[in-house]
């Protein structure tokens, strides 16, 4: 399949490690965040989200960290596996208070696991 | 169910006919999101729908663009006069009205379009 991100920052781990993945989100408003996994070829898969009155959230093998005085989020994935190498992408709902979701989605981060 | 679907999943096509996508989302989600995705770049939101009605459009919608879902089920994204800017991954979204289910955790595989 085609690449999803050619130029993307990478994160290489081996497996077993804990890997972090960051992202900066732009809009102070934003009161909705997910994190996506993202295959070539395939569409993104959710992981999980977190909203703007959390500032944890755990979930199986995940943990998402949000930030609202410096506009960061990070994703912790714990005993990194080969099938977790994947784009990772996080996003902010930028349609706050209007019950439906517009997206801005970051840069991407490329997570490559070595046996 | 089988999650949201597209066809066709890939299209080639020459730079100024038309194309039409279509989006099956999870049958009982009543929102339903286009969104845009180039090489290297994070999916771009384009559209959505709640049941039949068109409630918000990105201005990265030209007029070339127009998507109807017209029963509140499937839904068409037609593109005229392709131009090569237009090559990208085309994704479909849908969810639920409210709650837990409102939020974006169903996206399509996609449609890549390959202008030429």
């Known amino acids: 399949g085609e690449s999803v991100g050619l130029h993307l920052p990478t994160l290489s781990v081996q497996e077993g490690d804990n890997s972090i993945i960051n992202c900066a989100y732009s809009?102070?408003?934003?009161?909705?965040f997910i994190w996506y996994k993202q295959e070539s070829g395939k569409g993104p898969q959710f992981i999980i989200d977190i909203r703007s009155n959390m500032d944890k959230r755990q979930g199986q093998r995940v943990t998402v960290l949000l930030n609202k005085t410096v506009k960061h989020l990070s994703l912790q994935i714990a005993a990194t596996q080969p099938g977790d190498s994947a784009v990772y992408f996080c996003?902010?709902?930028?349609?706050?208070?209007?019950?439906?979701?517009?997206?801005?989605f970051g840069t991407g981060t490329r997570l490559l696991v070595s046996p | 169910d089988t999650g949201v679907s597209q066809d066709p999943r890939h299209k080639i096509t020459k730079r100024g006919q038309n194309v039409t996508f279509r989006c099956d989302p999870i049958s009982e989600h009543n929102r339903l999101y286009w969104y845009r995705q180039t090489l290297g770049q994070g999916p771009e939101f384009l559209t959505y729908f709640q049941n039949e009605a068109q409630l918000e459009k990105s201005r990265l919608l030209s007029d070339r663009f127009s998507a109807e879902r017209p029963k509140g089920s499937f839904s068409t994204l037609e593109i005229q006069r392709t131009e090569q800017g237009d090559s990208a991954m085309y994704l479909c979204?849908?969810?639920?009205?409210?709650?837990?289910?409102?939020?974006?955790?169903?996206f399509g595989p996609g449609t890549r379009l390959t202008v030429t």
């Open positions: 979204a849908s969810s639920l009205l409210s709650g837990a289910g409102a939020s974006l955790k169903y």
């Open positions: 996003a902010e709902n930028t349609a706050a208070g209007t019950g439906f979701q517009k997206l801005v």
């Open positions: 809009n102070s408003a934003s009161d909705y």
